[in-house]
């Protein structure tokens, strides 16, 4: 071979290996803005959801008749209570939520959807609620509680005292629906730690140490992550398999522990088809971006009836502070 042959050669070679690093590192960086834009997605879902939650049980917690019901202990009044308020809820708004009121003992009271569990404590399942007696403050968080669900729970009181709680329970059902817009899937775990709460979720199936939380689960995927093991997720926060990119984000329950984790999933076909056509991709990331923009940094204060719970327990607490009453 001649020398201007070999050089050719390596220059071909040379070639092929920075085309392939520019190729990998693109990927890169397009995968990675893939999944900044679909976790935000996420989160602006899950702040709506959120906010929904705790405005109704705030609702429900000023309402007379039901604090009367409680009073008396007219379990069968406060079910026709529920049940008549999540059907005006259904009808109005399209919206299916859960609400439930327990004691100050934490016994089940009443129940929207099906009061057979009247009378159960749940205290064991339920260490979220451990604080309020003392706090009187409202929480909102992803609880292992019987199941992995999301709960506003506002305490009710009456002439200064805790008579009961008022509680909103939302599974996934919207969450997914909503996601599905944006072409993406969702897979709900739960880590097995917290299955002697979780006790609902005991026969759901499994992906090593991590119970699926969503009863309509795809199949698919729980198929495909248990083949592969999902370690690889759970440490990187993203995986690329041989259909489908997956993402992770944490489950914190109120105490800020990690309980589980929310599983993206789009198809390479879908990113496929953003790739293809640019501006599609960049409408989507536009849209997107500003969705999360004005949901979140530019949410209406008197919407977020949490927050507005919050900062008035934290002046509280300063002003305490500065007065000496509290060490």
Partial sequence: MKTYQKYLALLLVALFFLSSYFYLQNKKDYVRKVHTVLIN????????????????AFALSQNETLQNALKDNNAEKGYKILQEHMYALKVFSNSKINAQILTKDFFIFARSWDNSDAGVNVKKSRPDLQVTPKTKIPHLSFEAA???????????ISNQKIIGYVEVIKRFKSLKKNLAHYGMGLLVLLNSKYQEQAILLKENPRIENMIVADDEANVEHIAYLKQIGISKLLTN??????????????????????????VLIISKKKLELFSAFESEMDSFFTYARKDLYYSIIKNNDKQDIFSYFNDEHNSSKQMNISRGKIK
Avoid: C, M, W
């Fill in 146 to 156: 019987r199941k992995l669900v999301l709960i506003a729970s506002i305490p009710i």
């Fill in 237 to 262: 926060g993203k995986l690329e398999g041989k259909h489908y990119f997956y993402f992770l984000r944490p489950i914190l329950n109120n105490q800020g522990d990690n309980i589980g984790s929310f």
């Fill in 41 to 56: 997605t996420l989160n602006k879902q899950i702040e709506n959801e959120k906010v929904q939650a705790f405005n109704f």
